[in-house]
Nanobody, 125 residues
Framework: VQLQASGGGLVQAGGSLRLSCAASGRTFRRYNMGWFRQAPGKEREFVAGITWNGGSTYYADSVKGRFTISRDNAKNTAYLQMNSLKPEDTAVYYC???????????????????WGQGTLVTVSS
């Protein structure tokens, strides 16, 4: 599967953005999906994950209550709605697909097989 992330941009603190991750192919519904981010000078970190049917989600503590991951299997697209953005949310955001078929989303990079190219989110103070 090929992944294309989009929706990044410049936003003021307190604002919102919605990221999209469009997947190619007919097998999107088989994959659990995740969002990761990498801030300047830092390692890539997990943000949120969702199972193939949307039945289970998981969030990093730093975004819990502010970000919402979702998916539309009919559109082969996963989303990350980001509200109440903070300057520390500034990063390149990556979407990823996990083919293991488990009933819970992965939280670690090695659990994901396919990665999108990343989209930059900049939050100004």
């Amino acid at each position: 599967v090929q992944l294309q992330a989009s929706g990044g941009g410049l936003v003021q603190a307190g604002g919102s953005l919605r990221l999209s991750c469009a997947a190619s192919g007919r097998t999107f519904r088989r994959y659990n999906m995740g969002w990761f981010r990498q801030a300047p000078g830092k390692e890539r970190e997990f943000v949120a994950g969702i199972t193939w049917n949307g039945g289970s989600t998981y969030y990093a503590d730093s975004v819990k209550g502010r970000f919402t991951i979702s998916r539309d299997n009919a559109k082969n697209t996963a989303y990350l709605q980001m509200n109440s953005l903070k300057p520390e949310d500034t990063a390149v955001y990556y979407c990823a697909a996990d083919s293991r078929g488990l009933e819970y989303p992965g939280r670690f990079e090695h659990e994901y097989d396919y990665w999108g190219q990343g989209t930059l989110v900049t939050v100004s103070s």
